[in-house]
């Protein structure tokens, strides 16, 4: 389809998701996944249903929580918010990935790009 | 927090629950594809071109669903079974290592499991259901001074009419008689019962049947149930007797059942045979000469206090005679709990030692597991360290040692139980005081498992913990760095398995010390000396027949058998008395030297018994064998001649035994002691048999033998008795010597159970050290090979193995002899004249396991020396 569409690294649709639902509050899985859409530029395109594998392993792990709810169009979803423990992983993930992030970034910009 | 337990919680369940999940995931599928629909409608799509473009952003519902279900997986339980995989594999390349830890930890499971269950059911556990609720009719004796448990059925009947406090009643009347089944005459006691008496008491047939309703009128009432015992003795255990008619006291009776050997319950009164009891037949009810035996079940809720009050106001009996009712007023009916009544054995030094043992048993086994999984873990710590560098987290690698420690004492819970099943009925055996107790020995109840599943877990708890504390993944470089060789044993290893050689050693020392003391305790009182000898001594009692129940019919016919017996190859001689010593005494009060009551023993003899007993004459003569005079004699023992006349000479004094009748002391003989524990003798004296007045109606020998009494010369003996007179009701004989065994057997069994629980800890101690020092003589071979080669003599090294493990050895002897100062006090009230701290103990105690020790660490110090230093660096 779209050849700009950006492969996302194994782990970071989790961060992602996190992160959305730190920003967003309560959130239904479509909405985290056009939520991520949108603030991509809709340069990431998701498989929308890896979205619930995610949200599964995050749950799975104490980070996210889920309920059942009424959404704004007054449909019956199902709901998920960050916890605590969700937030403090959050932050460690951010810092690592800013972390991995530079050094890549360095690496890659370093002359001739071979190792010494 | 409680979010992640719920999630744990369903995790758990996850496949349990899959249907369920997957429904609602449906559920939320569609919400999203609805929504997803929408917005595109929104955006101003079809209908059609909307739900197409909804499915395909998501990329397939088959998919997402898949996905879905493998996210949820069973991610838990996938590593879980990886793990037990994973474990098992290992243990098949190393079947000796699972086989020793399994055989350690099931030892250890299956001794705590035996006793801890047996000492469950003998302490706590009540022989049958109610039994607490049961009650005892009786009332104070003011002539004994004790609660008498005879009641009357001018007493009992209205109880039973109008009585709100009582459930049901079993209510036996005793007699004596004589049984004749074509043979033997035997003199029995027979009780005749209502129809609830075996339901109240538990009473269950082992052949035939026990009584049934209608057999309670006085029309069908002559059927007999047999009591096991008695079955055993008179009917030499012949399961044909069934459907036999018998007779007791001119009176047939059929025989229609046999109670099991676990009835009469301790305490209750035991008869030979049964009957059914038809009360409301004999005048002589209302007289009071018709003595019952009467337990009563109280309804639930009364208390013994309601029933008391109940029980002595209906007890009153107006109808009864005078004569009854002024008896009556002096002592009034009582109620008396069962289980108070009987002796029930409470938590004692005995529970308190056995349980002390086997959890120190316990330890060291746990503690010999736990070392044998650190050297496996530490020959690991490799993989260990690669699986850590590879991201392996420590909580990841815990879990695998749990899941190891799981594996192995799973297996060690079900080999130790087949262990208790085993040792459980050998330990009640000593523990038990009746044989109701050894009831439900064989089979393991659900108290059992509960308490096998109890020590498992904390042994898995145990054999895990410290292997997962002490795990050397703390820094994967280091171990990866440790280079090929692997000789090195790392410190912390090499500590921790000294620390636990030496805990092992110091409690295997604890357990032989105590078995120490509680040998040379028993060894005392085997040697206690009771002022006779009990070898060879064998008491026979004969049931009399009526005509040979009056005195003088009695004494000749006693003669005559005396005399017959004393021609028989192998009896040296022949006595004959009313009590028999270890097996009754004949207790009286009489006035003491100062007036006071004083309660002395009292027993008839002919001359023979003296000489039978092997008692010494130490003042005066021995009784005559016929009447010399008018006045009464006697023969009085060391202690009362003591407490009666002090150092001055008794003969030919008088000492009054009623109020108007005195005897003449002939002699003095020594004393001799029932109870080898007490220090003081009770007064004793002897009259001879031809002084009695009363009618007897048994007569008990006392045979002493110069030769072992074989069955056959018993058998002989019976048959001469036989022929002196045929209705002659002879008893099993009773071997006192056994019984004189019988009365030490706790101390006996205690100290059995205590060397096997000792012996295995020193042998698994002994191991442990063992095993330490022969790891690090293997890791050590090169070093070894490199000082022999540098010209060491064998002897150095094999000096410098040994010592290092006995020094660890010597370690745990210390500490251990510090510790049985401490705790053999407990069990000071098992020890017979001896004190816990007797130092020949710890010394012989401490001597043995320093051999076990030295012998644990001469194997491998042996291989050590014997290295052939060219050989070893030629390997590498």
Known sequence: ?????????????????????????????????????????????????????????????????????ISDNNRKAKFYSITPSGRKQLAEETSNWERVAAVIGRVLSSSGGTAQ | ???????????????????????????????????????????????????????????????????????????????????????????????????????????????????????????????FPHYERLALFGSHSATLHAFVANSYPVQIVPCMERGKSFEAFAIKHWQYGFINAGVDTYGVSSGSVNREYFSVLNGKAALGRLFRPEEFTAAASSVMVLQHQFWKDYFAGDPGVIGRSVVVDNRHYRIVGVLSHTFPHSGLFPSDVFMPLVLGQDPAESEGTCVLETIARLRPGVSMAQANAEAALLGAAPHASQRFRDQYAQSPMQLRSLADSTRFPHFSSIHGALLGAVGFLFAIACINAVDLVLVRYSERRRELGIRSALGGSRSRMSRLIFTESFILNLAAGLLGLCLAWVMKPLILRTLAHSDAMLENAAC??????????????????????????????????????????????SRWLRRTRASLVVACAAMAMVLLTGTGLMTR???????????????????????????????????????????????????????????????????????????????????????????????????????????EGSGGVMVINESMAEKWFGKQNPIGRKIRIAQRTSWVVLGVVSDFRVDIRSKSVQPQYYFPSWQIVYPRRALSLLLDFSVEPSPALLQSVRKIIHQVEPLAGVRTPVDLEKEAHRAINKERFTLGILGALSAVSTLLAAFGLFSVTSYSVSLRMKDVGIRLALGASARHVFVSVLGRGVALGICGIGLGLSASWILTRHIRSLLYEISPLDPMVYVTTALLM????CSACWIPAHKAARTDPSRLLRME
């Not at chain 2, 079974?81 to 020793?100: E, I, N, S």
């Not at chain 2, 499971?109 to 022989?127: H, L, M, Y």
């Not at chain 2, 703390?474 to 044993?489: F, K, V, Y």
């Open chain 1, 1 to 69: 389809m779209n050849s700009q569409k950006l492969d996302l690294l194994q782990g970071t649709l989790d961060l992602l998701v996190l992160q959305t639902l730190n920003a967003m509050g309560s959130l239904h899985g479509y909405g985290i996944a056009r939520r991520i859409e949108q603030v991509s530029g809709d340069l990431i395109l998701l498989n929308q249903g890896t979205i619930y594998a995610s949200l599964v392993r995050l749950q799975q792990r104490g980070w996210i929580s889920a309920k059942w709810g």
């Open chain 2, 1 to 127: 927090m409680s979010g992640r337990i719920r999630e744990l919680w369903r995790r758990l369940f996850s496949p349990w629950r899959a249907r369920a999940l997957e429904e609602e995931f449906d559920e939320e599928l569609a919400c999203h594809i609805e929504m997803a629909i929408e917005d595109h409608v929104r955006a101003g799509m079809s209908a059609e071109e909307a739900r197409r473009r909804a499915l395909v952003r998501l990329g397939g519902q088959t998919q997402a669903r898949e996905t879905h279900r493998e996210a949820w997986g069973y991610t838990w339980l996938d590593s879980l079974c990886d793990d037990v995989r994973y474990v098992l594999r290992a243990y098949r390349k190393l079947p000796g290592f699972a086989l020793a830890v399994v055989a350690i930890l099931a030892l250890g499971i299956g001794s705590v499991t035996a006793i801890f269950s047996a000492i469950d059911q003998v302490v706590f556990q009540k022989p």
């Open chain 2, 444 to 489: 393991l109840d659900a108290r059992t498992l509960v308490i096998t599943l109890g020590v498992s877990l904390l042994s898995m708890g145990l054999v895990a913990l410290i292997p997962a504390w002490k795990l050397p993944i703390r820094d994967p470089q280091i171990i990866l760095r440790e280079s090929g060789n692997a000789c090195s044993e």
């Open chain 2, 521 to 627: 305790s028993v060894r005392k009182l085997l040697l206690v000396d009771r002022g006779f000898d009990a070898r060879g001594r064998i008491a026979m009692f004969i049931d009399l027949p009526r005509h040979l129940q009056e005195p003088l019919a009695r004494q000749i016919f006693a003669d005559r058998i005396e005399a017959r017996l004393r021609q028989v190859p192998g009896i040296r001689n022949v006595g004959e008395s009313d009590t028999i010593p270890l097996l009754n005494s004949g207790q009286k009060i009489i006035p003491g030297p100062e007036g006071s009551p004083t309660m002395v023993s009292a027993n008839y003899v002919s001359p023979g018994f003296f000489r039978g007993m092997g008692l010494k004459l130490l003042q005066g003569r021995w009784l005559p064998s016929r009447p």
């Open chain 2, 850 to 853: 320093l051999a076990a020790v």
